[in-house]
């Protein structure tokens, strides 16, 4: 079997085509949406992301508010910068770029986001409302996976769906998501006993850990759908996944490629997620 390649980008641009309608509609009624994005430090990573989330605010008519902070910058005034943005009637979403310098404390600051206008789905209140059942902002990359999950087509009522990795940012939020579409879940991390045998009964695998090629493909159920989330950058400079690709596309019925699955979807949510924001407050 060679699996089909969920093409990330091309939803992505089908989302972002979405997602401009969206914004014609609210900015007819008198409201422009506005997200800004708050980056603290030189970390180039960091400017690459915060530069790509405000080309694609702009490219669909969000407006798109620029904050730099130096990386010695304080908490408290940090904080202040929050508090403005959500008290700020042109702001429907507020984004601070993690991870934030050492010195400072990013529960803190992710807490101090008015839920309202929680665009990255990081609050805490943001993530019960989806362990909940009841979302309101989905953090951007578990609902990219849930968005790719779609369009491979399967049927995740009575599924069992494996996810490897159990951070705020990916692995719960995408763990409660399966559950909420009726897969059953098993939710994997690092003290996890025999990996392989849970992957090998899994129909969906959810790879979010961070290591290079760490799931084989040999552990892949034959027919599985394989979403990969991992993103690490090799010495050479090249972006490889934490799923084996190519042994692994030759088990699964489809399978997302890094770069080019998840990511762009990642990206694409978020706006989605401002749109939403700007459409309830207006
Ligand atoms: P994270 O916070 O570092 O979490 C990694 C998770 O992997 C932890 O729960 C950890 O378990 C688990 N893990 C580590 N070693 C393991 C092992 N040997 N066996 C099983 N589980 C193991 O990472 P993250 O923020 O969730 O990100 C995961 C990956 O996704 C990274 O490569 C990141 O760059 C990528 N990512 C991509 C996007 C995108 O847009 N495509 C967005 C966000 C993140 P413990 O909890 O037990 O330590």
């Known amino acids: 079997m060679t699996a089909r390649i969920l093409d990330g980008k091309a939803l992505a641009a089908q989302v972002k085509q979405e997602v401009r309608a969206r914004v014609a509609t609210v900015k007819a009624r008198g409201v422009t949406p506005g997200l800004a994005v708050v980056l603290v430090g030189d970390d180039p990573a960091s400017a690459v992301y915060v530069r790509s989330k405000t080309k694609d605010a702009r490219e669909c008519g969000i407006e798109a508010f620029d904050h730099k902070l130096p990386a010695d910058v304080s908490q408290a005034t940090l904080l202040a910068l929050v508090a403005k943005l959500g008290a700020d009637p042109a702001v429907h979403g507020i984004l601070v770029q993690l991870p934030l310098p050492r010195h400072l404390d990013a529960d803190q600051v992710i807490e101090a986001i008015p839920p309202h206008k929680d665009v990255d789905g990081l609050h805490p209140e943001s993530l019960g409302r ?80 961070g290591k290079p090629e760490f799931v084989r493909g ?56 401002t749109v939403l924001a700007a459409e309830s407050a207006s």
Not at 147 to 156: C, I, P, Y
Not at 165 to 187: D, E, I, N, W
Not at 220 to 230: E, L, S, Y
């Open 218 to 273: 040999a552990w892949i159920k034959p027919g599985a759908v394989v979403i990969d989330v991992g993103i690490n950058r090799m010495p050479d400079g090249k972006l490889i996944g934490d799923v084996e690709y190519a042994a692994a596309a030759e088990r699964a019925s489809a399978i997302t490629p890094v770069p080019g699955g998840v990511g762009p979807m990642t990206r694409a949510c978020l706006l989605e997620n």
């Open 130 to 209: 989806v362990a909940q059942g009841r979302p309101r902002f989905v953090a951007c990359t578990p609902q990219g996976c849930m968005r790719l999950l779609a369009l491979a087509g399967v049927e995740l009522a009575g599924a069992s769906a494996v996810v490897i990795g159990r951070s705020v940012l990916v692995g719960k939020p995408a763990s409660y998501l399966l559950t909420s579409a009726s897969a059953t879940v098993t939710l994997c991390h690092s003290k996890t006993k025999d990996l392989p045998a849970v992957i090998a009964a899994a129909d969906v695998v959810v790879a979010a850990i």
